[in-house]
């Protein structure tokens, strides 16, 4: 591989705000022909943005360069010999960035829009990331959280501490009052839930032992107690004569948001898909 002092130039020639040099222009016009000698449609992009993380088309690799520079310690050359990381990384990368996981879902589609008729999107695909594209919007004026984001955050909330819906409407209205007039927070359960379907996001609920031993999904789908620890799996009620009685509410529920969005994501192009 080459040095970084080979690569000083990635950097001095591209300063904040303050144009780029022509040795910039030329070098940088040179790496990406370089990048895609051997033909391919995609390659790694190096800029500041996309941090060598995802795939880009030529003609987006060079906008991207052009606008946000190179990523800081470059250090990966493929077209000089040095190994492409595998499908599997780059997948395990995307699917584990909780933190930024709908910000980069976004950039991807509008990336691949961009490009216009090089690529083809999968019809359900777009109609989900258009919606998606438009939950982008602030939570109120003054902040870069989405309003998406902040649904998720709050009903993450609500999973994790088995909250009813009036404690969850409690919640959120709580936290509304804290916000700027006009703010686009959901402002019940049921306004949440009306948004995660428009954006074909449902919920799968599943009834988990009240102690946390087991789902009751497959071989304990039809099981009343759990198999480990015995508890029930619906609120029981005491009755006069001393014994308890379950009732039809579950003791605990799981509350899951399908991977298809995610997977839909990574098929979005017949790059991707291969």
Known sequence: STSMDDREWMYTGHPSQAGRTTEWVTKTNEFVEAAFARGQRKSW?????????????????????????????YTRWTPH????????EVVRRRTNNNGTGIVDIVADFNDAREEGSEEEL????????????????????????????????????????NMSRDSFNSMVT?????????????KSWYEAKKILRALKMPYE?????????????KEYADDKYCAKCKASRYVERDLSDGTKKQSKVPANVLRC??????????YLNEDTAK
């Open 45 to 73: 992009c190096p800029c500041l943005k996309c941090g060598n993380g995802r795939e880009q088309a030529k003609k987006t690799m060079c906008r991207h360069l052009q606008k946000h520079g190179f990523k800081r310690g």
């Open 81 to 88: 010999g040095e190994p492409e990381r595998s499908r599997e």
């Open 122 to 161: 999968e019809e359900s695909a777009r109609a989900f990331l258009e919606m998606l594209n438009s939950s982008q919007q602030p939570l109120h004026d003054h902040t870069n959280q989405c309003q998406l984001d902040a649904i998720a955050q709050a009903m993450s909330i609500k999973t994790q501490f």
């Open 174 to 186: 709580s936290w509304g009052r804290s916000l700027l007039e006009g703010h686009k927070l959901a």
């Open 205 to 217: 609920q599943i009834h988990a032992c009240p102690n946390r031993c087991v789902l009751f999904a």
């Open 257 to 266: 948001f399908p991977i298809l969005p995610r997977i839909q994501r990574l």
